[in-house]
């Protein structure tokens, strides 16, 4: 059941949920720099957010179905294997998104750079808040400029953490759904 093919085909699918999603998220981070109004930049982000979300879902659901159907009939595919096919999966989209962060806030010009795009957008998003709330973006703001650079280690297992809770949680219900049981068309006792 675990053989060479179950594991290429694990990580081929992996790779290619780890790009999709890396991409999704160098688009939004891109937009983050944009010149874009807030307005706008929001709903662009938006719609590409729930597009990546679908995709993310009905890929992890097509390759763990694909494998579920060519998975040996007498050994069926049970729960854990599918779970774990999902987990691992989300696992390997985590790395990559991680990666592809690192290599993104290096390319715009550091760390630094990438704050300071991000207190921009907090403070436009400031200024369209009442009064009784711009305290807590002034803190936000404050928190974000006081804080360290997180190492590429600290980076990349953030990102796991995010895609193992969201790929875990569809795990569990898309190994439900493509389970199969064994059929023992030959058993005896």
Request: no cysteine.
């Amino acid at each position: 059941m675990f053989g060479k093919s179950f594991w290429q085909q694990l990580l081929r699918d992996g790779a290619v949920l780890g790009l999709v999603m890396a991409a999704s998220h160098l688009f939004e981070s891109f937009m983050l720099f944009g010149n874009m109004s807030l307005s706008g930049m929001s709903l662009v982000v938006t719609i590409e957010m729930l597009i990546a979300a679908i995709f993310f879902v009905w890929f992890l659901y097509r390759s763990t179905k694909r494998r579920s159907l060519e998975a040996d009939p007498q050994f069926g595919f049970p729960y854990s294997t599918g779970l774990l096919y999902v987990f691992v999966m989300s696992v390997l989209s985590g790395v990559l998104v991680g990666l592809s962060h690192i290599i993104y806030i290096s390319a715009i010009g550091g760390y630094g750079a990438y704050v300071d795009a991000v207190i921009v957008r907090f403070e436009q998003m400031a200024a369209l808040m009442p009064a009784d709330n711009s305290a807590l973006f002034d803190q936000m703001i404050d928190q974000l400029t006081a804080s360290e650079k997180p190492s590429v280690m600290q980076t990349i297992i953030s990102s796991v953490d995010n895609y193992i809770i969201s790929g875990g949680f569809m795990g569990l219900i898309i190994a439900a759904v493509v389970r199969r049981e064994p059929k023992r068309d030959n058993f005896t006792e």
